[in-house]
């Protein structure tokens, strides 16, 4: 019973956190460009992931993990895809789109993790998969058209795009992951640090500012370095990972509330109904993401 309740509570901080950045990130975006808020959060939460790699011990580890040539390679990839491509694509895409639009769009990660699996990691795909796949999609399509589905006239087609494809980066991303053994925390610390050095080759522009400085620690902080290290634990402690992993669906939904009093954009109902064609159809596909989530509690209990 004490674990459960510890579980919960790393789950509901986690959600917590990631319910806000949709915010945070629109906000910030209005003082600082898209590149500028990619390098200053992914700088200020790789001194925060070594920070906690420091006081949790496994610092030696780090190094240790690099010794392997083969592990390096992996890491620099795992880096590059995330944090650093994802959230190139993610910011740019909030800044050209609604942050509603974007938040709820990056949610479609579920289809690509059914079919990246098939493809990559030649996983049967079963019914009940192409069924929750179809599902999302009809979701993508409302908030795409805002529910004029034959008087649709794509306006913002490449934002749209560009917020899909922050989903297939981070489906992709942990399709890859399967295949590493190593700490979770430590991987994530590493692939911080390569993207902190790959934004070195960003281009810069304009100075920054206070806003957009505060934003991007908020950003480095709650998006970044503390929901992913909650959420890990949440998994490690949790008696039923099906009772965590249904919390998480309360993020997105919390997100748009966000939005609405603090970034004042008017809900369009096309946003609300394509959210919830989206989760039915993640939620479809849970017997699947559960099979991830145990395997990430697997690597994480075992170090």
């Known amino acids: ?49 070594l920070m906690i790699s420091w006081f949790t011990g496994k610092f030696p580890q780090l190094w240790g993990t690099l010794q392997d040539s083969k592990q390096r390679w992996f890491v620099l990839v795992l880096g590059f895809l995330n944090p650093f491509l994802y959230y190139v694509i993610l910011f740019q895409a909030y800044h050209i789109l609604l942050a509603q639009e974007a938040m709820v769009l990056n949610y479609t990660w579920g289809i690509g993790i059914i079919i990246l699996s098939g493809l990559l990691l030649k996983q049967k795909i079963y019914f009940y998969q192409i069924i929750a ?17 034959f008087q649709y006239r794509p306006t913002n087609l490449y934002g749209i795009l560009l917020a899909i494809g922050t989903a297939w980066v981070w489906s992709f991303y942990w399709i890859l992951n399967v295949r590493q053994k190593k700490d979770a925390v430590v991987m994530l610390t590493l692939q911080w640090c390569i993207g902190s050095l790959l934004c070195l080759f960003l281009p810069w522009q304009g100075p920054v500012n206070i806003p957009g400085l505060l934003g991007s620690i908020y950003t480095g902080l709650f998006e970044m370095s503390l929901p992913f290290i909650a959420w890990f634990m949440a998994l490690k402690t949790a008696e039923n990972t099906a009772s ?4 998480i669906f309360l993020s997105p939904f919390t997100s748009l509330i966000w939005i609405h009093l603090v970034v004042k954009e008017p809900i369009h109902p096309s946003s609300w109904l394509g959210l919830i064609w989206i989760i039915a159809g993640i939620w479809l596909n849970q017997p699947v993401t559960l099979r991830w989530q145990n395997y990430i509690i697997h690597k994480v209990s075992h170090h």
């Open 133 to 149: 796949v179809f599902i999302s999609f009809i979701g993508i399509v409302i908030i795409a058209t805002k529910g004029s589905f």
């Open 244 to 247: 965590v992993t249904n919390l």
């Open 1 to 49: 019973m004490k674990s459960a309740r510890i579980a919960y509570g790393y789950t509901l901080l986690a959600v917590a956190c990631w319910s806000t950045v949709g915010t945070a990130f629109k906000l910030t975006l209005s003082h600082i460009t898209p590149f500028q808020l990619v390098c200053y959060s992914t700088w200020f939460s790789t001194v925060t992931l």
